[in-house]
């Protein structure tokens, strides 16, 4: 499953990230390296983008940058 | 003995305060060669031959942005003496991703391991030593925002950059990427030594396809072939690309790092509470009304309550001060024309711009709170989803709001967008804003032509403001911006509290920056403004501004604006005079026109123009080109003349064809 259809409150281990360029090399650098836990924290008020806790931190990323990152193991 | 150092680490790491803590007051700030990227430079405290440059915050040394290049290019080409890298140890595993990439720059460094204090008032611990043996460069932990550790730290700062102690380990790779990097670096090794690249930076840069880097060693067609071999060879051995293969080898290192030093039971105390606030602040319902009542109880202090006083109070000061030069110019019988270019040209000028200052300082005061208290990034999380639609981030939404009290300080808010695409197109569109420097112009022409719906034609400008920026957003994304916006990729640090010196820097900063313009480009533009206004062509001093080229000027451009519906010589001779100040433009009508009251002006205003006419003479003096001193803000952030002039051109074109839009709308309707 991709990153952007996760719940709340849920999350999984990175699989791949598939996005390009710049934009591939930026999320990777933010440490989405595939093997990493991820849990999404919540949605901004107009439901993006949304908050991410990784590697002890948080994150945000928008929906459609997140719809390039595959999950396995996903879950609460 | 002299050293130079650069201190660099990730945003939010509390780089700013430890180089405020590490010079106090003595900084420059200027721009790297080429770019809008801002350079602070300063002295050590107590150690005067030591400079201190504060590279910008960067996660990374990719060769995306023009932050993380001219970091890489400044440690390359500059050799500072030692590299001070301050990490945060709350959250060690991302900073220690640029760390790793600074140590390949083979230079002499430092690890500041700030909030320590933190770390440990949570229960957990970092082994500052084992970390300093497995990194293989010295750290020192410190707290910036508390001033420890600061005296140990530049302690080894100097031991390390006078022994030339580089780091001792870079080899972070096992496996494939250990096979790769050590073959490449061989084959590299002679051309990087040519170009001065330090040989495991080559060797990592080209296994990442790192465009920068390929074009400057000047490789020969056969050696680039043999890497592309050995890099495919690794990618298909690990099953991952090129890029992600070296953020893993990073990280994976990172994570045995941090397995061996670092005891971690829990969040600390600040991650805690900045959750908590979070549950408010960005709550789904309430975190826009939240931001929206933050953002009025600012405009509210910096505009009302306790702004005005102080900007009356300045006035005043600087009445008085004008009231003494010329009687002190009257009483030593200096000529008339020569009075004039002081009081009336020199003094009104810079005095007008100057009255703005402590709005400024106000202003800049709350902006650094929000910024430095990690509010900021949650305002560009609520907001991004708005702004995104015309090809901006949520980033730029509180410059925007900026320009609704003024365009000046909103522009140089402009300075904490990391993108410089997002950076200019905010500066361009900003001023569309209405600026409360427009009031006077609103008053003006609701009382003659709208008495009754003064209310309407307001709140009615303000959204064609915002249309127009709008509609301006959506053409630029399309046309001259349309290169790729920056990867919106934002880390939401934890709320703190912002430290007092750093808040007062900023604010002192700022003013300092204002005030050199006012007393440079403002000290110009009113002299010209001035010998325009007060001169006839024959070079004579008239009395009467009507005989001025200013006004001749005005009858040139006038016809230019009969389209538009306000053809009048002294109409646009006030939409030149605006330039200096938009409150000008109701000034300049009051003398063209003679008139003795407000009254009389409306009755003289009504015999110059029909309503539809004063319609879209509002709409263009709203929208037209900034006041000088924006101009001047826009010139610095943009970087070039160039930059500057291209706004206004544009800004005056939009202004002159929504005029007419408007004309020919409200001739029909009224």
Known sequence: MTLDTVKPGEGGVIEAVYSEGALRRRLLDMGLTPGTRVMVKKMAPMGDPIELSLRGYLLSIRKEDAAKINLREAGA | ?670
């Open chain 2, 1 to 670: 003995m002299s050293y130079l150092f650069a201190l660099a680490g990730n945003q939010n790491s509390g780089k700013t305060t430890l180089f405020n803590a590490l010079t106090g007051s003595n900084q420059h700030v200027g721009n790297f060669p080429g770019v809008t990227v801002e350079k602070k430079e300063g002295q050590l405290k107590n150690y005067k031959e030591a400079s201190v440059v504060d590279l910008p915050g960067i996660y990374s040394l990719s060769p995306y942005t023009a932050e993380e290049v001219v970091t890489r290019d400044f440690i390359i080409q500059e050799h500072p003496d030692a590299i001070i890298n301050i990490i945060d140890a709350t959250n060690i595993e991302r900073n220690l991703y640029l760390s790793l990439q600074l140590m390949e720059l083979d230079t002499p460094m430092v690890i500041a391991l700030n909030m320590m204090d933190e770390v440990i008032a949570s229960g957990n611990t970092i082994e500052v030593k084992a970390l300093a043996e497995h990194l293989g460069v010295p750290v020192v932990p410190i707290s910036a925002a508390k001033n420890e550790g600061i005296t140990e730290l530049v302690h080894q700062v100097l031991e390390v950059a006078k022994a030339k102690q580089k780091p001792a380990r870079m080899d972070f790779c096992e496996g494939e990427v250990h096979v790769a990097i050590h073959s490449v670096a061989h084959i590299v090794e002679q051309k990087a030594a040519k170009q001065g690249l330090p040989r495991r930076y080559a060797a990592t840069k080209m296994i990442e396809g790192d465009e920068p880097t390929m074009a400057a060693l000047q490789l020969t067609d056969n050696e680039k072939h043999i890497i592309e071999h050995v890099v495919e060879n690794m990618e298909e051995k690990l099953g991952t690309d090129r890029e992600a293969a070296l953020a893993d080898m990073r990280y994976s290192f990172i994570e045995g790092v941090c397995r061996e030093c670092v005891v971690k039971h829990g969040d600390t105390k600040e991650q805690k509470r900045s959750e908590k606030i979070d549950h408010v602040l960005t709550h789904k319902v309430l975190g826009i009304p939240i931001f929206l009542c933050v953002m009025l109880l600012i405009f509210w202090l910096t505009f009302d309550l306790i702004g005005a006083p102080l900007q009356d109070l300045l006035g005043a000061g600087i009445d008085a001060l004008t009231g003494v030069i010329q009687t002190g110019m009257e009483a030593a019988g200096v000529q008339p024309w020569l009075q004039s270019l002081v009081v009336n040209g020199i003094c009104a000028g810079v005095g007008s711009v100057l009255s703005f200052l402590p709005i400024i300082v106000l202003l800049f005061f709350f902006l650094s709170l929000l910024e430095d208290s990690g509010y900021m990034a949650r305002v560009a999380f609520v907001m991004d989803k708005l702004l995104r639609k015309i090809g901006l981030s949520g980033r730029s939404f509180v410059p925007m709001l900026v320009g609704f009290g003024c365009s000046v300080p909103a522009i140089m808010a402009t300075r904490t967008l990391s993108s410089e695409r997002d950076r200019k197109m905010t500066i361009l569109l900003t001023p569309f804003m209405s600026c409360s420097a427009k009031l006077p112009i609103y008053g003006m022409i609701t009382a003659a032509f709208f008495p009754r719906h003064a209310g309407l034609v307001m709140i009615g400008m303000y959204v064609l403001g915002i249309l127009v920026m709008i509609g301006s957003g959506l053409l630029l994304k399309s046309t001259v911006y349309k290169g790729k916006p920056v990867p919106f990729v934002m880390e939401l640090p934890a709320y703190r509290l912002p430290s007092a010196r750093s808040v007062l820097l900023h604010m002192w900063q700022k003013a300092k920056d204002f005030l050199r313009k006012a007393f440079t480009i403002i000290f110009v533009a009113s002299i010209v403004i001035w010998v325009l206004q007060s001169f006839s062509w024959s070079l004579q001093y008239v009395e009467d501004s009507a005989q001025s080229i200013l006004a001749s000027i005005g009858g040139v451009v006038a016809p230019l604006f009969k389209p538009l519906g306000f053809g009048d010589w002294r109409a646009a001779t006030a939409i030149l005079t605006g330039f200096s100040a938009k409150e000008s433009v109701v000034s300049t009508l009051s003398v063209l026109t003679g008139a003795a009251s407000d009254g009389q002006l409306s009755v003289i205003l009504q015999s110059m123009l029909s309503p539809a006419g004063a319609l879209s003479f509002l709409t263009f003096t709203i929208l037209y080109m900034p006041c000088v001193a924006a101009f001047a803000a826009s010139k610095r952030e943009m970087g070039s003349w160039k930059g500057a002039i291209g706004n206004a051109l544009y800004q005056t074109g939009a202004a002159y064809v929504v005029a007419l839009v408007v004309y020919f709308v409200a001739r029909m309707v009224l």
